[in-house]
């Protein structure tokens, strides 16, 4: 077996989105040494799928579409100290503040005295839901489908349905008008849209994406692949078949904190042990997993300066 590399820094970032990669900016301009690790090639984490605009009003005063946000957010990080590691996921961390990661050099230890989490978060499958039927080719994540079509040049169907009315899910709606699919519609089980008022026009009203509100899937249809979905009315309590050949879920997001299992007592979590961006809480805007990225790795750096004692 090939030997374990052995690497140490003061602060260990899990995740270079835009939360790790300004912490590991602002921690590294603060004097301590960085690592952070990335399962992705490259940097920005959902950033790079994002190809609408809407980043980066507060932070740089113009309207910027997820990747360019990501590359001026990148070329600060680039000139720090900070070393990064792409391509590498953090297996699990332990106890005693070390970290097992895997990368295409092997296996690597990385001993830290502070850890970030800036993990982002997952989405929340259908199949989270009681939705019988089959379990066709066509059902995506808006996640999964953003990353298929933005990043891996893939096409989905045609007829798309969208269940889900946040903001996740308008963008979804807009982003396949635009791809010049038809969006066949958009169930939401509240009684009103979700998501902030912008999306709601410039997504929904502009382009008359039909909603249906107050009410839900309930069965797939369709095998091997999607032939449509049963929606069903919760105020009246009927069901209607719509006819799609793509379902997209848009169900919320979920802190990813799956790495810090296992390492919680009676006391929460250990002291070494710290969260931003989505991993934290789910952050609509980008600019403020940024705000928190900085914030907490200066911090850090701050505590490490002066032997531990809070800052
Ligand atoms: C569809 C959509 C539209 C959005 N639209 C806007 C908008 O218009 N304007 C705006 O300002 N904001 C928008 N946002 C929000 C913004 O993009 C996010 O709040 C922000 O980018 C989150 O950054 P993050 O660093 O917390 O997480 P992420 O970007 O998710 O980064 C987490 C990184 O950690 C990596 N990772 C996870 N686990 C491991 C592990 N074990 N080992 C190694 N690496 C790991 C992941 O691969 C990923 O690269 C949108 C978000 C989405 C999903």
Request: hydrophobic content about 35%; some cysteine.
């Amino acid at each position: 077996m090939s030997q374990i590399r052995a690497l140490t820094t003061d602060i260990l970032i899990v995740g270079s989105g835009a939360a790790g990669m300004s912490a590991a900016v602002a921690a590294s301009a603060s004097g301590a040494s960085v690592i952070v690790a990335d399962d992705r090639k490259v940097p920005g984490g959902v950033l790079t799928q994002c190809v609408h605009s809407g980043f980066g009003l507060g932070r740089y005063g113009k309207e910027m579409t997820g990747p360019e946000y990501s590359k001026e957010e990148f070329r600060r990080f680039d000139e720090s100290s900070a070393i990064y590691l792409s391509d590498c996921r953090v297996l699990s961390l332990s106890s005693d503040k070390t970290a097992l990661v895997s990368g295409s050099e092997g296996l690597s230890r990385i001993s830290f005295r502070e850890c970030i989490l800036a993990t982002g978060c997952t989405e929340r499958p259908l199949w989270s839901l009681p939705v019988s039927g089959t379990r066709p080719e066509g059902v995506y994540t808006a996640g999964e489908a953003q990353e298929m079509i933005e990043l891996g040049g893939y096409d989905t169907g045609n007829n798309v349905f969208i269940l889900g009315s946040g903001d996740i899910g308008q963008i979804m709606a807009r982003r396949f008008i635009q791809l010049g699919k038809t969006v066949v519609g958009m169930a939401e089980q509240k009684d009103h849209l979700g998501g902030m008022k912008r999306n709601q026009e410039e997504c929904i009203r502009a382009y008359d994406i039909p909603v249906t509100l107050n009410s839900t899937v309930t069965e797939i249809h369709g095998s091997p692949h999607l032939t449509g979905v049963t929606l069903h009315h919760l105020d009246s309590g009927t069901d209607e078949l719509i006819e799609c050949d793509t379902l997209i879920t848009a169900l919320g997001l979920e802190p990813d904190r799956s790495l810090a299992e296992g390492l919680e007592n009676d006391n929460g979590y250990p002291g070494w042990l710290h969260f931003c961006g989505n991993a934290d809480f789910v952050h609509d805007i980008a600019d403020s997993a940024s705000t928190q990225g900085e914030k907490l790795g200066r911090n850090l750096a701050c505590r490490i300066q002066s032997n531990g004692k809070e800052v």
